[in-house]
Structure formats: structure tokens, C-alpha cells
T-cell receptor, first 117, second 113 residues
Framework: GAVVSQHPSWVICKSGTSVKIECRSLDFQATTMFWYRQFPKQSLMLMATSNEGSKATYEQGVEKDKFLINHASLTLSTLTVTSAHPEDSSFYIC?????????????FGPGTRLLVL | GNSVTQMEGPVTLSEEAFLTINCTYTATGYPSLFWYVQYPGEGLQLLLKATKADDKGSNKGFEATYRKETTSFHLEKGSVQVSDSAVYFCALSDTGGGNKLTFGTGTQLKVEL
């Protein structure tokens, strides 16, 4: 149980295009989902917290107009990198907190590797 | 702010060797501490956790003790197996930080026959 999937697992795109990454909780409902990014040899950095049916809460320094988050259902959150540039190349990881679980409970997806040319 | 520092990898061990991966932290409040493991191609999985000083978390032969005096949460296993090869992340969740997870950089462990 408690499986989180991400799609795609990797994507290559041209500079200036937009890329959408999906995060799904497969066997549970998640009121809250989280988006992280990880640069090589660095730690996972929380980008934003996504709550179903409401606007995402972005961490300081994260551009909300560049990283659009939509959490339209209890099993799906999407991250859209708009007008991607090479510096957006990174490993993006989502996690999901089952509805009703403790605040420290999160299940992680396998990540999406984005390369912007 | 909160931070987690863990030893750089990769760590390469022979099967049945003793494992220690060091982790130290700084936090503004009273954090809970975690170790996550990521196997190739999979998402991070919670390995163990400790919520207060002197607590010991344990799972699958791994253990870590919450040491407030040294602000550490070192991961240990007495006898590693090839199947333990993975990346291990130390993390903290601080009530003063809204229960957000702060991660270390991860330590890759390779266990050879």
C-alpha cells in the first residue's frame, strides 16, 4: 500500500517550452501533496505544499508563476514548469500525505528527471 | 534555520560489514528525526524515526538514536547485505517549521559480495 507514482519519469524539452509533471497517489487519498527538487549532490528542497481544492503554498524563493501547481483531486497533483530554461533542469520529487494521517507522514514518488536544452 | 548534515558517499562495504552513516542537525525547535531509504528507481521510503531525545528508532536491522547533546542521529547496522545498497537520507521535521521535512544530501551505500 501507500504507493505514489510520477509521470513522466524523465523528460527532455527545449528551452521556452512548458512541461507538466503528474503525481498520483494510487491507493489512498491525499489532501496534501508536496513538491521537492533535488540538484546533484544536494539535498531535497521543498518547493511548495499543495492542498486539494486550494492554492499551493510556495517556499521562499520559489516563483509561483513559473512553477504552477494544481491539486484538482484527492489523488492527483500536477507541477507545470512554464517557459523552462536550462537552469530548471533538476530532479523533481513529489510526496503525498494520506488524508487523516499524522502531519509527519509522507509517501514519496520515484521522481521525474527534467533536462532543458 | 534548520539543516541536516550527513556524510558524503559513496560508502562501499563488503557484505556482513558494520555500517555507520553519520548525521547531525541544527533546528530551532524540538525536531523529530528520520532516516529515509531510496532504492534504485523507487521513491524515498521511511526507514525509521525518533521523536524525542534518547529515543531509538529501529527497522530491518537498522537503528539510530536521537542524541540531543550531540545533535546527532547516526544510522547503524551490524551486518549489511547486498540488498541494503541504496541511498540513505537523514531528515528532520520541526514543529517550529510547520512540520516540513528538511533533508540531508543523501549517502549512497554500495554493498559488495
Amino acid at each position: 500500500g501507500a504507493v505514489v507514482s510520477q509521470h513522466p519519469s524523465w523528460v527532455i524539452c527545449k528551452s521556452g517550452t512548458s512541461v507538466k509533471i503528474e503525481c498520483r497517489s494510487l491507493d489512498f487519498q491525499a489532501t496534501t501533496m508536496f513538491w521537492y527538487r533535488q540538484f546533484p549532490k544536494q539535498s531535497l528542497m521543498l518547493m511548495a505544499t499543495s492542498n486539494e481544492g486550494s492554492k499551493a503554498t510556495y517556499e521562499q524563493g520559489v516563483e509561483k508563476d513559473k512553477f504552477l501547481i494544481n491539486h484538482a483531486s484527492l489523488t492527483l497533483s500536477t507541477l507545470t514548469v512554464t517557459s523552462a530554461h536550462p537552469e530548471d533542469s533538476s530532479f523533481y520529487i513529489c510526496s503525498a500525505r494520506p488524508s487523516g494521517s499524522g502531519r509527519e507522514t509522507q509517501y514519496f514518488g520515484p521522481g521525474t528527471r527534467l533536462l532543458v536544452l | 534555520g534548520n539543516s541536516v548534515t550527513q556524510m558524503e558517499g559513496p560508502v562501499t562495504l563488503s557484505e556482513e560489514a558494520f555500517l555507520t552513516i553519520n548525521c547531525t542537525y541544527t533546528a530551532t525547535g524540538y525536531p523529530s528525526l528520520f532516516w529515509y531509504v531510496q532504492y534504485p528507481g523507487e521513491g524515498l521510503q521511511l526507514l525509521l524515526k525518533a521523536t524525542k531525545a534518547d529515543d531509538k528508532g529501529s527497522n530491518k536491522g537498522f537503528e539510530a538514536t536521537y542524541r540531543k547533546e550531540t545533535t546527532s542521529f547516526h544510522l547503524e547496522k551490524g551486518s549489511v547485505q547486498v540488498s541494503d545498497s541504496a541511498v540513505y537520507f537523514c531528515a528532520l521535521s520541526d514543529t517550529g517549521g510547520g512540520n516540513k521535512l528538511t533533508f540531508g544530501t543523501g549517502t549512497q551505500l554500495k554493498v559488495e559480495l
